[in-house]
């Protein structure tokens, strides 16, 4: 079993080109996943919950 590939907002940023407050905000609004604390100051997100979220933004942007 593969290991599942995990980011950090830092990686978000760089892959979709949207702010960290942008990425919160849609937390927020219940249109990107929360991620995990994976510590007391570490979010984590994998890479598979990551890219669903962009798709379906991308979806929704064109509709």
């Known amino acids: 079993m593969e290991a599942e590939k995990l980011i950090s907002i830092r990686d978000i940023t760089r892959l979709t080109s ?36 962009m798709e379906q933004l991308w979806s929704d942007a064109g509709s």
């Open 18 to 53: 949207l702010s960290s407050p942008t990425i919160y905000r849609l937390i927020n609004d219940g249109k990107f996943p929360p991620g995990r604390m994976i510590t007391k100051n570490r979010r984590v997100w994998r890479m598979t919950d990551v890219k669903a979220a």
